[in-house]
């Protein structure tokens, strides 16, 4: 019997393209895929909870464990909030013989294509362009400035399609979960 190598999943993708909605569907439909929890400096959304959703950290505390290098990559997002990936759960879960799954921007990404090139890098593509600023207007949890920030951001993260290894359009949320699900190994329901 062969056995597949614990592979690194990197989804990645421009801003309000889904890739939070993607990463809820994965929890909710299948727990069994372990997703890591990011570090922010940013302020919990309503609903939120810290350890599940992200790990809220003052920026001093941030910048602590960026500085003792238990960050596996970490990138200011937006201009603004810093947002980073513990090192030692992934590293625990892919040493255990288990598949991770990593969603994090763009930066990131590149970032961990420099550590960890094995890795699979999937790009989460919004059907079109309308439909991604639609998505970004419809969200409603950012202002008129952090919206034009956002989309700003989003132009440049949608020309970096080809650094990718391969693209899932989120046209629907399951379909697209479960795309992403299969290419990591796992059996979809
Ligand atoms: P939000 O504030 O809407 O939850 O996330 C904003 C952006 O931060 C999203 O594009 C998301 O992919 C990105 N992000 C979340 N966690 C991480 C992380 O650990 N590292 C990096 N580089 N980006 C992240």
Do not use: C
Request: proline letters at 7%; charged letters at 30%.
């Amino acid at each position: 019997m062969t056995t597949t190598p614990a592979r690194l999943t990197v989804l990645a993708g421009p801003t309000a393209v889904g890739k939070g909605t993607v990463s809820a569907d994965v929890r909710l439909r299948y727990p069994e895929v372990w997703l890591s929890v990011s570090a922010t400096t940013r302020s919990p959304r309503p609903g939120e909870v810290d350890g599940v959703h992200y790990h809220f950290l003052s920026t001093g505390e941030f910048e602590a464990m960026a500085a003792r290098g238990d960050l596996l990559e970490w990138a200011v997002v937006h201009g603004r909030n810093r947002y980073g990936t513990p090192r030692r759960p992934v590293e625990e879960r892919l040493a255990a013989g288990e598949p991770a799954l990593l969603e994090i921007d763009l930066q990131g990404a590149r970032q961990v294509r420099e550590t960890m090139p094995d890795a699979l890098f999937v790009f989460l593509a919004p059907p079109s362009w309308e439909e991604l600023e639609r998505r970004l207007v419809g969200r409603g949890t950012e202002g008129p400035e952090e919206r034009a920030r956002r989309l700003e951001t989003a132009k440049v993260e949608l020309a970096a399609e080809p650094e990718f290894d391969v693209t899932i359009v989120n046209d629907e949320v399951h379909r697209a979960t479960d795309e992403l699900v299969a290419l990591m190994g796992l059996r979809t329901r």
